[in-house]
């Protein structure tokens, strides 16, 4: 699954095919493009599995945290960017922050 094609949204960058064509044909990889809502009859039983995966400690996931409302702008601009590291979060104080956790 490939994502992150936000990145280059604001900047207008024109997107190219593999640079590598022979990996891809020597290890037999399919690349398959695809608009989430074509899945959306799918959505609640993801919904379920995921979160069971979650609790069983089956995914693990990075999160971005920014504190404080002056950091919505910068924080916003990572993301186009592609400077962020899992998902992008802006706490607008500190005690929110410490909720999140």
């Known amino acids: 699954v490939l994502c992150g ?11 190219e095919g593999p640079r590598n064509m022979m990996r891809l044909i020597y290890g ?14 799918e959505f609640p039983r993801a919904v379920a599995d995921l979160k069971a995966w979650h609790e069983a400690g089956k995914i693990v996931y990075r999160e971005d945290l ?15 960017r592609g400077a962020n590291q899992g998902t992008l979060l802006v706490a607008v104080d500190e005690a929110e922050a410490r909720a999140t956790r």
């Open 5 to 15: 094609q936000i990145s280059g949204f604001a900047v207008g960058l024109k997107t």
């Open 28 to 41: 037999s990889i399919r690349m398959q493009g695809f608009l989430c809502g074509n899945y959306a009859a």
């Open 66 to 80: 920014h504190v404080g409302f002056d950091q919505l702008p910068s924080a916003f601009m990572t993301l186009f």
